[in-house]
């Protein structure tokens, strides 16, 4: 395929799904600077290793390639960010009678949402992201963010009991 050929396919498949790839680079990194430099860093890669693309999903081919830009990105420009303890007892099980409205008071506006969003530690938000705003299924997610299923089910259940806890106590709610 000829540069011409590919630019074109390229701009078919990829760049219909920017604004989602600047959206996980945003919530990942936390700011609009830094989101534009990753989702930018990110497009030049797919563009240079399109010839790569197998005609798959070119949404989470993109964000794949979003995600492992931003943990470069991350090691370059920033101290490690502080890590939820995995073992935490008080994380290991998800109350199996949480429904949308304990995970999402329907009080809770949306600025709280956003600092508790912001607030998880980026292994944690980048599955809430994928699951909750691009609607990614477990496998889809295990599979862009290389982790087994039974890992993208355990990180979305601990968040979503942060945020639960982050929601509660901003709302003086008690423990959820």
């Known amino acids: 395929m000829d540069d011409g050929e590919r630019l074109k396919l390229y701009e078919q498949k990829v760049l219909p799904h920017l604004d989602a790839a600047y959206n996980l680079a945003r919530w990942l990194a936390g700011n609009d600077n830094d989101a534009q430099d990753v989702a930018q860093e990110a497009s030049l890669r ?12 070119a949404r989470a081919w993109l964000l794949s390639i979003v995600r492992n830009a931003f943990y470069t990105w991350l090691r370059k420009n920033r101290p490690p960010e502080n890590m939820v ?14 429904n949308a409205d304990t995970v999402h008071p ?9 600092r508790a969003l912001a607030d998880l530690p980026v292994e944690f938000r980048e599955i809430v992201i994928l699951r909750e705003m691009e609607g990614f299924s477990y496998k889809e997610i295990a599979d862009l963010a290389e982790v087994p299923i039974g890992t993208v089910m355990s990180r979305l259940a601990r968040a979503r009991k942060l945020l639960q806890k982050r929601l509660a106590a901003e709302f003086n709610l008690g423990d959820p």
Not at 106 to 114: H, I, Q, S
């Open 46 to 57: 797919a563009f240079r290793f399109f010839g790569s693309f197998r005609g798959e999903d």
């Open 106 to 114: 329907p009080f809770a506006d949306a600025e709280a949402v956003r």
């Open 85 to 98: 303890d995995i073992g935490d007892a008080t994380l290991d099980v998800e109350d199996v009678s949480a």
